[in-house]
Every structure is written in structure tokens, then in C-alpha cells.
């Protein structure tokens, strides 16, 4: 089957590539002139593990290309995927439906025969139906039916969460438009993953649905840890007595910086507020956001504590600053929080991060750049460690203390523990729902 993908962000290209990896002959589109250019050259724009290997694999065999040109992509496509971004619309915290509406309009005008127009693009209940409008409006003769089909892979292992999903939501409201998805997926079908057909409606809820209560739970653990830290016991520890209950699981139970990433931040907003505009608002996930914000800016306090109140003068190196590791991916990280209020407080600040420095550079003005977490440490007043990159799970703590001028470590992911920062010569040690190693 040929199948066009709009957007060649983290979701289109992962997608595209894996479609053409169950065999469809895929044809990527992206407006952003550069990324096709690099696309062509077998260049991936963005890092995500293994896709450059599988998209080269793909390519070779002629089952995947990428263009420009959207006329050339849709003609004799049987599906059309959107998959472009819905960033929170400024003042409202409304999903921005610009970009999704725009490309309808474009595969409206470009379509002939039938198409099933599909949205990958995480949306607002309702939005599929007002895509078919769009649709309908600027191309009324178009045999088209919409698909609502969420996307739930995580950045840093996107290509085993598309090719082993939990599962696969496909919203429909005709049967031929079922066929169709059924004959996308049907490499999963074969492999007994479970893919599940509803109405539009409750497949654009269920992504909504399962974002809020991920960010919930990685919050309510957060607000454990903040509790466990005034009583004297571990998060850690409780999260462990917590998670090995099977109704509650262990996953999204690490207490940390606050959430961040392409998605929950701004997902979570979206929902508070289509509850609002339904007068039916989530409170829950209301107080979610606000408490996120409020853990974001907690750290800063404890970074203080660890500095003696002041980060005026301090050489500062942060380990870490994309919003998990395994990405490039900057959006909403709670860095963007965090270091800007160390370089506001007066600190010189060195970031050390594997892969975060080419979109780093521009949103973390004011700081220097290394690539060894000890280089960066040389003569530093504290380390902070932000993203817990597989590069940070090991270091030699003795060696990195010996470089600093005032050994203190602030530990916002619970790596180490006090006795280990102890033990390696550090002054001072913080981490999050934990006793913390402040002296006097
Ligand atoms: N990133 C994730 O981990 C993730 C996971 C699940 C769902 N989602 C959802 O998927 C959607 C896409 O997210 P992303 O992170 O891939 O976004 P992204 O910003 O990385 O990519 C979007 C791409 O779409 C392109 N684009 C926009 N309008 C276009 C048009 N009219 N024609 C052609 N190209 C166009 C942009 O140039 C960009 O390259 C969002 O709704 C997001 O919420 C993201």
C-alpha cells in the first residue's frame, strides 16, 4: 500500500520508517525544506537510537523516499498520516490546531481518489470531525474517510514502541476506513499485538487520557518524595513497597526534576482546558500542572541550599539537559527552568550533555559547553546532575571531586546516595526525597 506521512518531526519519521519496515511503500513530506535535504542525503535530523540503520535499510530497497512536494506524496496514496506538531497555543493552553488544519486543507486540494486522511498528531476531542469539514470544504467531491490513530512511542525508544506497541488505538467511523488501517497494521495484527478500533471520539480521549495519568503519577510520587525528605524516610524505598503492587506497577514512580518533554507538559494543558471548555473540569490533572511547575522551581531552592544561599560567583556544571536521556529533544526539559536561574543567580554555568547541545545551544544562552563531565567539573563550585544519561549512571565521584574547587553534588535523579558522595570526598550532596549531606 502507498502511504504518505505529513511531518518528519519525531513522530512522522519514526512512523514512515516503520511503516516501510512492514513492507508499505511510504512517502515522507515535510514543508521544512532542510530536513528533506538531509533526509535525502541519509542524514536522520533528529537522534533517536537505531532509526538511522532502519531508515537506510528502508531506503535501499525503494519503499521509502522523502519530498517537499505534497501533490507527489498524496497521488495514489490510499492513506494520508498528519503528523505534524500541536504545541500549546500561546495564552490559553489550547492544543494549536493550526499546523494539523493546514495540512488537511493541503491533502484536501491534492487528493483525487479515495483517501483515508489519518491523525497521528496527538489532538483535542472533536478535532477528526473538524478535520473531515476542512476537508469537505476544500475539496467536496473527495471520497475521504478521517481515522483518528494516536501515537504513543517514546523518543529514546520509538522504534521498539512502534514495532512492539502496549497496543494500537485506531478511531474510525466506516467500515472501509477500518479495512484500511487493518492492512497498515497488519504486520501487528499477525504478531497478536493488540490493536483496538473505536469511535473517533474515544481515541483522541484515550491519549489525552493516558498522558494525564502518566504526568499524575510521576507527580504524586514527586509530592511523596518532598514529604519523605521533612519525615526522614527514602523515596526510593517507597517507591520500590509502592511498585511491586501489580495494580500500581513500578514504571513513572522515580521522583525527579518535575516532568518535561514533547508531550505531558503540553497534553496536560490541553485536557485541563477541553474540560473547561465541556464545564467538566479535571482538577486532578488542573493541580498535576500546577505541581510540576512548583517541583521545577523546588529544585532551584535545593540547589540553593547545597550553594549556602547564594549562586552568585559559583562555577556550576550541569550533567544533563535534555528533558530524558536517549533524546535530543529540549521541550519543556525542567533545564530550561533550572539553568537559567543558576546564570540568573550569577553562576557561570558548563553543560555537559551527549546529545542535548545542538538544540541546547540556542535555548541555554550564557553557557559554555563540554564534552566530559570532568573537563566540566574542573574547578566547580557544584555538579548537577539533570538527566540521568547512561554517561552520568557510573562516574568516578572521587575523581570528579578532586577537580572541583568546593565539591557539593546535587543529585536531582537520585543516581547516588549521600554515602557514596560522602565516601567520594563531596562537602555537601542533595537528591530528591532523601536524606540530604548539608553541613552545618
Ligand atoms: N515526540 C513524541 O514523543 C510524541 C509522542 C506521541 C505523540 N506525539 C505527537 O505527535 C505530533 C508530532 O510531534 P513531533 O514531536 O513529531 O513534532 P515535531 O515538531 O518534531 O515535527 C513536526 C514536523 O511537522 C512538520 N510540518 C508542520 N506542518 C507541516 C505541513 N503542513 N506539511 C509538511 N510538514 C509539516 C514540521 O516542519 C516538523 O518537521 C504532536 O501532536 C505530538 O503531540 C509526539
Known amino acids: 500500500m502507498k502511504i504518505a506521512v505529513i511531518g518528519t518531526g519525531y513522530v512522522g519519521l519514526v512512523s514512515g520508517v516503520c511503516f516501510s519496515d512492514f513492507g508499505h511503500e511510504v512517502v ?74 493546514a495540512a488537511a486543507e493541503e491533502i484536501a486540494k491534492a487528493a483525487k481518489d479515495y483517501v483515508v486522511i489519518v491523525t497521528k ?24 474517510d478521517v481515522a483518528s490513530n494516536p501515537e504513543f512511542l517514546r523518543e529514546g525508544a520509538a522504534i521498539d514502541d512502534f514495532m512492539k506497541p502496549d497496543r494500537v488505538v485506531v478511531g474510525v467511523e466506516t467500515d472501509r476506513a477500518a479495512a484500511v488501517m487493518a492492512s497498515i497494521y497488519r504486520p501487528l495484527y499477525l504478531r497478536e499485538f493488540p490493536i483496538i478500533t473505536t469511535d473517533l471520539e474515544s481515541a483522541e480521549m484515550t491519549k489525552y487520557a493516558a498522558n494525564a495519568f502518566l504526568a ?31 495494580r500500581i506497577g513500578n514504571k513513572f514512580l522515580h521522583a525527579g526534576p518535575g516532568y518535561g518533554g514533547s508531550c505531558f507538559p503540553k497534553d496536560t494543558k490541553a485536557l485541563a482546558r477541553t474540560a473547561q471548555e465541556y ?14 511547575e512548583e517541583v521545577k522551581r523546588r529544585m532551584v531552592d535545593k540547589l540553593l541550599d547545597l550553594c549556602d544561599g547564594s549562586f552568585n560567583g559559583k562555577c556550576v556544571a550541569v550533567l544533563g539537559v535534555t528533558f530524558k536521556p536517549n533524546t535530543d529533544d529540549m521541550r519543556d526539559a525542567p533545564a530550561l527552568t533550572i539553568v537559567p536561574a543558576l546564570v540568573g543567580g550569577g553562576s557561570t554555568v558548563r ?22 563531565p570532568y573537563a566540566a567539573a574542573d574547578g566547580a563550585d557544584l555538579v548537577v546532575i539533570l538527566t540521568e544519561w547512561n554517561e552520568f549512571r557510573a562516574l568516578d565521584l572521587s575523581a570528579l571531586a578532586k577537580r572541583m574547587r568546593t565539591p557539593r553534588l546535587g543529585d536531582l535523579r537520585n543516581v547516588y546516595t549521600a554515602e557514596d558522595a560522602q565516601k567520594a570526598g563531596f562537602q555537601a550532596y542533595v537528591s530528591i526525597g532523601r536524606a540530604d549531606l548539608i553541613p552545618g
Not at 496527538?122 to 473531515?132: D, E, H, I, M, S
Not at 553543560?351 to 563540554?370: I, K, T
Request: glycine fraction near 8%; charged fraction near 30%; charge should be negative.
Open 28 to 101: 515522507c513530506v515535510d514543508k521544512d525544506s532542510r530536513k528533506i535535504e538531509m533526509l535525502e542525503k541519509g542524514k536522520v535530523p533528529i537522534y533517536e537510537p537505531g532509526l538511522d540503520r532502519l531508515m537506510e535499510r528502508n531506503v535501499e530497497t525503494g519503499r521509502l523516499s522523502f519530498t517537499i512536494d505534497l501533490n507527489a506524496a498524496i497521488d495514489g496514496s490510499e492513506a494520508v498520516f498528519i503528523a505534524v506538531g500541536t504545541p500549546t497555543r500561546r495564552g490559553d493552553g489550547h492544543a494549536d490546531l493550526t499546523y494539523v488544519m
Open 121 to 144: 498528531s496527538t489532538v483535542p476531542v472533536g478535532t477528526n470531525r473538524k478535520v473531515a469539514e476542512v476537508v469537505r470544504a476544500a475539496n467536496p467531491d473527495l471520497d475521504f
Open 216 to 246: 499524575t503519577k510521576i507527580t504524586f510520587i514527586n509530592e511523596i518524595a518532598a514529604l519523605c525528605e521533612k519525615v526522614g524516610a527514602d523515596v526510593k524505598q517507597v517507591a520500590r513497597g509502592m511498585g511491586l503492587d501489580n
Open 279 to 292: 464545564a467538566s473540569p479535571i482538577q486532578l490533572v488542573e493541580t498535576v500542572i500546577k505541581v510540576n
Open 351 to 372: 553543560v555537559c550533555d551527549p546529545q542535548g547541545r545542538r538544540e541546547g545551544e540556542a535555548l541555554l544562552p550564557s553557557v559554555s559547553w563540554e564534552d566530559d
